[in-house]
């Protein structure tokens, strides 16, 4: 954090602080897009932490990073804010004028933050997890929260961010095996990735999707000639995809019609259209489930690895979203795509099995990413409603507004120990499909109505567009579809109780 430069380690006392002085050029250095520091009444505040805790955040006092945005501030605010808020937020006094520290509000705010919000204290992670997680925030602060804005208004993030982080180890290169050259980490880091990235507001860098979707596929059920020939592709973090769904097929996977005709010089032609696909815009490989064989359904289906300078390869659409803007989400559509055998993954005909083999990681790495996103929105609200002056007193003095956070503490608690349990089960190669299920069911409905349940305590401020605690619930919204939709995760949950999913076929 820039502070230190002026502050040693940081955690000096706010009154000892009044005695740093400050010229105008020093605070000016401080006014980058990844640092926020404004002058009120010639006292100096970093709002940089604050800008994502604000229930306004960038949206009041940062419009566009690197500039002044004192008066943005001002016109909503007034100083006395900044240390309700952020009770740690002030530098120090302008140089050459007699302004003193600030005092101390009479009602210091708490200040909760994803951990501290939780009763038990989490045992999933170890050591290195955490050390792990220190540096992969730094990155984030460093490289993605400043540029994330911009991400956002251009509706995909730039693909240096994906080989910057795969070359530090935080994107694919974490998760290929050292043999092939890569980091080897177990799978907890994945799901530190996930968390971090839900933490700091930045969920729509859809980081999981290569990590957790689509990796596998290449690690797990390619040739080792294959896997010569892409993973070096992957080290250098290409952006990977996968294309499950098209537009008549989502849930029911087995009736795709995306069709592979064996072609005369051996491999296919592929011809038609697949929907929803993240990171279609930009993904140099994209793992495509298609029909190789259409006399038998499901058995007929298989995943070729289709490259994006392919002729007849393009990305159609892309489509607006409710939130989750940073990622892209297109229709690719493929006509008369020539791919070669060797681009099919694995065995001819397995490419069903492969997708469930696959599937419950990933809807697990979206259940760490919800319960995340949960625990972040219940600190978010906690934080505010204790600073947040209300009849006579604040909000967090009223009954109600307590008993409603006990309750969403408590459900956030029990999600957070499921899930937990559920990444132990993974990493010893324990995870069944119906835990999975159970993780990404719950998870996900959960965190929508925790994010909603939450900004209704932000009153007006909680929808404002682009407030923290707004993004998270339009941004949760869509868990509970994509990865398979919450339905189908009810029917794989009570097959384990000797039902059969209902089906026109048995009707
Ligand atoms: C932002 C976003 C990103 C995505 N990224 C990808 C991607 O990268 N790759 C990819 O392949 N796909 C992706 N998807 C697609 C996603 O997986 C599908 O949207 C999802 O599987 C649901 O399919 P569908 O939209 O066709 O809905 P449908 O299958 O038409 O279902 C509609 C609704 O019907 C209900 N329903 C469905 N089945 C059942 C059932 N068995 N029992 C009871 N009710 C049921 C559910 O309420 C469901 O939401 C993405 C989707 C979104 C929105």
């Known amino acids: 954090m820039a502070q230190s430069s002026f502050l040693g380690d940081g955690k000096a ?11 105008r050029a020093e605070v000016a250095k401080h006014c980058t897009a990844g640092d926020c520091w404004v002058i009120v009444n010639d006292r100096v505040y970093d709002v940089t932490g604050f800008l994502d805790e604000h229930p306004a955040g960038r949206n009041i006092i940062l419009l566009h990073g690197g500039k002044d945005c004192t008066k943005e501030f001002l016109e909503v605010h007034s100083e006395d804010y900044i240390l309700a808020f952020a009770p740690n937020s002030f530098v120090g006094c302008l140089e050459g004028s007699s302004a003193l520290a600030p005092k101390k509000p009479a009602n210091v705010p708490v200040h909760f933050d994803s ?5 038990l204290k989490r045992n999933v992670y170890g050591d290195e997890h955490e050390a792990y997680r220190a540096s992969f925030r730094t990155f984030l602060q460093k490289y993605v929260q400043p540029e994330y804005a911009k991400f956002e208004a251009k509706g995909v993030v730039d693909r240096e961010v994906y080989s910057k982080m795969a070359q530090e180890g935080f ?4 998760g290929i095996p050292s043999a092939c050259g890569g980091r080897g980490l177990d799978w907890k880091h994945n799901c530190v990735v996930v968390e971090e990235v839900e933490d700091l507001g ?17 690690t797990e059920s390619c040739t080792n000639e294959q896997r010569a020939r892409w993973l070096p592709k992957l080290r250098r973090g290409a952006v990977i995809a996968v294309a499950m769904s ?3 097929v989502g849930s029911d996977l087995g009736q795709l019609s995306c069709r592979a005709t064996p072609s005369p010089n051996g491999g296919w032609t592929v011809n038609g259209r697949k929907m929803w696909i993240s990171s279609g815009a930009v993904a140099e490989l994209t793992v495509v489930a298609c029909v190789t064989d259409p006399t038998k359904g499901a058995k007929g289906i298989s995943m070729l690895v289709i490259e994006s300078e392919m002729p007849g390869v393009s990305c159609a659409k892309r489509f607006g979203k409710l939130g989750k803007h940073a990622s892209d989400t297109c229709l690719i559509t493929l006509e008369d795509v020539h791919v070669p055998r060797e681009n099919l993954v694995g065995e001819e005909g397995k490419g069903f099995q492969y997708m469930m083999q696959h599937l419950p990681r990933e809807r697990l790495s979206i259940a760490v990413a919800s319960m995340a996103a949960a625990r972040r929105a219940l600190a978010l609200a906690v934080n505010y409603v204790h600073g947040r002056a209300a009849f006579g007193a604040n909000l967090g003095t009223l009954q109600a507004v307590q008993q409603e956070l006990a309750k969403i503490r408590t459900e956030v608690q029990v999600g957070t120990t499921f899930v937990d349990r559920c990444i132990a089960d993974a990493c010893q190669k324990q995870l069944s499909a119906e835990a999975a299920s159970m993780a990404k069911f719950f998870a996900t409905d959960l965190s929508f109505r925790v994010a909603d349940r939450c900004q209704q305590l932000f009153g007006g ?4 567009k682009n407030s923290p605690i707004g993004k998270i619930m339009v941004d949760q919204r869509v868990t509970r579809v994509y990865g398979g939709a919450n339905e189908v995760q009810l029917e794989i949950i009570s097959k384990g109780l000797g039902f059969k999913p209902q089906r026109a076929s048995r009707l």
């Open 13 to 23: 006392k706010r009154e000892s602080l009044g005695s740093v002085r400050l010229t």
């Open 115 to 119: 951990s501290k919000i939780l009763a």
């Open 171 to 174: 994107y694919l290169t974490l």
């Open 202 to 218: 930045c969920g729509g860098l859809f980081v999981n999707l290569g990590n957790d979707m689509v990796l596998s596929y290449f």
């Open 246 to 248: 098209e537009p008549e």
């Open 461 to 464: 401020y909680g929808y404002l």
